[in-house]
């Protein structure tokens, strides 16, 4: 019989088993009527038990009373020194003698008189324009032979500008008062003065118109 056919034998195993049941009967058997009263007794054994109470520290100490205050004793008595009061001294008979210092004597300061202003003489407006040019001569009054005579007023400005401008009077034909007109207003002259300064002012020019021989 090989090792495998042993292990399936039936017998073996009933066996086997029978012993195992066998054990854990005898097992209870025991503990049932020895061990399981041992293990109750145990339990039911009285307890014993204490109070302990609780200790409370010891109450701190009183310190210590202070220490008694020495007053110190009142300083000896020392009557005052004797105190020796001189009179003062009389006042000697000396003559006293004042100097008085006189004070220099002041110098006015007398400023100088202002010099006098010369007058600035006044001045009409240039009878002549800046540039000194002549008026021009109509050339038809020219091969004419004619002559004329032109009088024109005009307002001038500070700078010698002139505007405004218009004839008064006019002889030997209307040529000579356009030629006059555009001779004044194109030209720049010389302003009106007042003590100095320039001023704006109204001027009349006479144009002479005539022939040389």
């Keep these: ?76 008595y020392v009557p005052p020194p004797d105190i020796q009061i001189q009179p003062p001294p009389q006042p000697q008979n000396n003559a006293i003698t004042a100097t008085t210092h006189a004070p220099p004597p002041t110098t006015k300061f007398v400023p100088a008189p202002p010099k006098p202003v010369q007058a600035v003489p006044d001045h009409d407006v240039s009878a002549v324009p800046i540039s000194g040019q002549p008026p021009t001569y109509p050339e038809q009054m020219q091969d004419e032979g004619r002559q004329g005579r032109v009088s024109v007023a005009c307002d001038v400005d500070t700078n010698g500008q002139t505007s405004n401008c218009s004839v008064l009077s006019v002889t030997g034909g209307e040529a000579f008062a356009r030629s006059a007109l555009q001779y004044v207003r194109s030209e720049r002259y010389h302003p009106a003065t007042h003590n100095g300064v320039p001023i704006a002012t109204r001027h009349t020019w006479v144009l002479n118109y005539k022939l040389s021989d």
Excluded: C
Aim: charged share 15%; hydrophobic share 40%; no cysteine.
């Design 1 to 76: 019989m090989n090792y495998a056919q042993q292990q399936r034998s039936p017998l073996r195993t009933i066996l086997g088993f029978s012993a195992v049941v066998l054990f854990h009967l005898l097992l209870i058997w025991a503990l049932v009527n020895g061990l399981g009263q041992n293990i109750v007794d145990v339990i039911k054994a009285p307890l014993e038990t204490k109070i302990i109470k609780d200790t409370k520290p010891p109450p701190p100490e009183a310190p210590p009373p202070p220490p008694p205050q020495l007053t110190a004793p009142p300083p000896p």
